[in-house]
């Protein structure tokens, strides 16, 4: 399937029509060249400068979840079970590889770079339209996982108006598991996993599934790409395209952390409600807590969804 987008920077003039805002004031020239890196590379990377004092701030929020163990706060561990709610989690403390979805609602840290004025600037001049932030992620350790592209699990409509932000919270190095991503995979067609759809689900066959990786390594293979690693100091932010081929290098030091944070945005006018899915306890047996969100979190900057799990528990 071609990769189709209505976004002003995926078309043909897009390098004119940056110069173009460069010559009206609409950008200023250190912006200017970041746009034109995210034409060609589908991604653009630059500082925007974290204190010891915000870093460990955030920690002691991390922290203090794991203290707390909020019901309404989710926690994904290592494995394919998926999210479930922090107070039934009764694994290690910090097990490497967990995540945490949706820690804005919970940490003042997160929901700052939730809604950070220099990330969240870069986003609406990429859609040229008002954004908003939908999810987060919290990693303590690198994800290490596989190369991929972010439609594939993480849906909007349409796929092209999903962009993503990852901070670094300490300086990364290379045995603590970088991000990794290949530049210039976001003009790739879109792989499709059933007739008209780029959603990875959990139906999809595991047939189906190695029959995108071999499409994915054997279309490297053909155009020369090799896979880059962001190593970087905190503080250090990296934006990409929704069609950016990326994943998680693998961890050679164990004791290493890779503390990151992760968020997801789409153009306003298309995403308007979140829908997320955690497991909870109900006796010796599991539930699916289903809930959804309306509700914006707002300063001067941007505007993001709420964690959806401070609605009423619906199972």
Known sequence: MELQSDLWLDQPDAHDRIEKRLANEQVSPAEAALLHTFVDDGYMQFPIGLTDEFCAGFDADV???WEQRPHDLAISPPGPEGPLAFSDYNGPLRDPGYRIPDLHSFSEHARALYLQPTIFRMIELIYGQPAVAFQSLYFEYGSQQSLHRDPMFVVTDPPAHLLASWVAL???TPESGPLAYVPATHRWPWFEFEPGSVVCGAKV???KRKEHSDWTRERMQA??????RFVCKR???FIWHAGLLHGGTPIDDATQTRRSFVVHYCTAANKTTRTANIRVRDGDDWQRWSSTTDTLIENDHGRGLANPFHAPRET
Not at 223 to 228: G, I, K, N, P
């Open 63 to 65: 922290t203090r979840c």
């Open 170 to 172: 300490e300086d990364i």
């Open 205 to 207: 066959p595991p047939a």
């Open 223 to 228: 155009e020369s790409r090799d896979v880059q």
């Open 235 to 237: 503080g250090d932010a």
